[in-house]
């Protein structure tokens, strides 16, 4: 081979190192990039929400300038005409509706986890898996118009009750839209069971519900009881829905007739008609602050429950 053939090779060779090396050098500088794009991102996100929780933080700590923590906790008269704001009955209103809306929904989500998990066919869970997702794009607001033109007249005539409105109404409402939250997570902690620990079941001797009840269900617990603390979540904060068909009333519900109010449905009802940087406006910031700090209570709960899942 001449000795131009032999340069010609070693210049070839040597733009192709080149060319890989930039490439190589390009890739490297795209992720420091992207990598800082990500810290700036979630500076950006825990500054956000740093900044509302000490917004409403203070603006609802304010309402004890004027309201004692007694009369506002352990109260239940609310009045702001009168300078009374006793929010008790929202609070009792806001964990009585999600109590009942989990002890209504949670067996039937899980049941139809299991369901859809190990009983249902293929081409059936291929069906029923988008329909169940498709509950999560409907509008709160249209749940609560149903329950509002179907749910409460029904309540009010089979029940014969006067209005038909209160905790009942509100939380099947709820029921049904925690359902998908419940469905969803609960079915992939059941397929995520190994299925090595099924079949030593059924080789025991075991039934298809003896193996569901003794093994997959305690195997899957941790994912089921996030999907419960999840749902919860979304209850406890959900506004529309539970603001039409709870009777916004101020009072301590004494039975599941009785209608009466939450949280987040007494702030959407009072939050346009009240004056900024008064003792009513930051009694509402106050319940937002109580509503927040119970939404952090559950997703720290859901952190846990994770962790102890993994180890």
């Not at 079915?187 to 080789?203: C, M």
């Not at 106050?286 to 119970?294: D, K, N, R, Y």
Request: net charge neutral; charged share 15%.
């Amino acid at each position: 081979m001449k000795e131009k053939d032999y340069i010609r090779q070693d210049v070839t060779f040597l733009m192709a190192i080149t060319a890989d090396t930039r490439e190589h050098q390009l890739k490297l500088l795209y992720d420091r990039y992207i990598r800082y794009l990500f810290i700036a991102s979630a500076f950006l996100m825990t500054i956000i929400i740093l900044s509302i929780i000490i917004f409403v933080g203070q603006q609802g700590l304010a309402t004890f300038k004027e309201v004692s923590p007694m009369e506002f906790f352990l109260t239940s008269k609310w009045d702001p005409t009168e300078g009374k704001y006793g929010a008790l009955s929202f609070i009792s209103g806001s964990i009585y509706v999600t109590v009942l809306a989990v002890l209504f929904g949670a067996p039937l989500g899980l049941a139809g986890a299991i369901f859809m998990a190990k009983i249902a066919p293929d081409w059936l869970r291929e069906i029923m898996r988008p329909a169940t997702d498709l509950y999560v794009a409907i509008p709160s607001v249209v749940y609560g118009y149903v329950g509002l033109t179907l749910l409460v007249p029904f309540i009010r005539n089979f029940f014969h009750v006067n209005t038909g409105f209160g905790l009942f109404a509100a939380s099947l409402i709820l029921a049904i839209m925690i359902l998908p939250t419940i469905i969803s997570i609960s079915e992939d902690a059941l397929r995520a069971v190994p299925k090595n620990l099924e079949e030593a079941s059924l080789a025991l001797g075991a039934t298809r519900w003896q193996t569901i009840a003794k093994v997959l269900l305690p195997s899957a617990l941790p994912g089921i009881l996030t999907a419960i603390i999840l749902a919860m979540a979304r209850a406890i904060g959900e506004t529309m829905a539970v603001q039409m068909v709870i009777g916004n009333t101020p009072q301590i519900a004494k039975s599941l007739f009785t209608p009466t109010s939450t949280l987040p449905s007494e702030i959407v009802v009072e939050m346009g008609n009240t004056p900024f940087d008064s003792a009513w406006g930051n009694s509402l910031f106050l319940m937002a602050l109580v509503l927040l700090i119970i939404s952090l209570v559950m997703i720290l709960l859901i952190r846990q429950i994770a962790a102890r899942r993994l180890a």
